[in-house]
């Protein structure tokens, strides 16, 4: 499965950014896709997910409120809808696949990143 994410950029604190994950190669309903993020000199975090088939969906704490994952079974594509942006967000936004399930240790398929930043 192949996986590309778009959206990111530069944004203001308290501005809005939607990023687009592309799934090829493999039947979306498959999979569990998940949103993560790595800030220099900080580990990789959980942002968010979306299960497959039912889609039902998971939120990290941080985002939680700000923060909206949805999918596009004609587009196979999965979105992450940010909004009220803080600067801690800032972060490359990695998208991720995985037939099991959105709680697995490790993602077994990833996206190349899509820099956040967010900055006045």
């Known amino acids: 499965v192949q996986l590309v994410e778009s959206g990111g950029g530069l944004v203001q604190p308290g501005g809005s950014l939607r990023l687009s994950c592309v799934v090829s190669?493999?039947?979306?309903?498959?999979?569990?896709i998940g949103w993560f993020r790595q800030a220099p000199g900080k580990e990789r975090e959980g942002v968010s997910c979306?299960?497959?088939?039912?889609?039902?969906?998971y939120y990290a704490d941080s985002v939680k409120g700000r923060f909206t994952i949805s999918s596009d079974n004609a587009r196979n594509t999965v979105y992450l809808q940010m909004n009220s942006l803080k600067p801690e967000d800032t972060a490359v936004y990695y998208c991720?696949?995985?037939?099991?399930?959105?709680?697995?240790?490790?993602?077994?398929?990833w996206g190349q990143g899509t820099q956040v930043t967010v900055s006045s």
């Open positions: 991720a696949a995985d037939r099991s399930s959105c709680f697995v240790p490790q993602f077994g398929s």
């Open positions: 190669g493999a039947t979306f309903d498959d999979y569990n």
């Open positions: 979306i299960s497959s088939r039912a889609r039902g969906t």
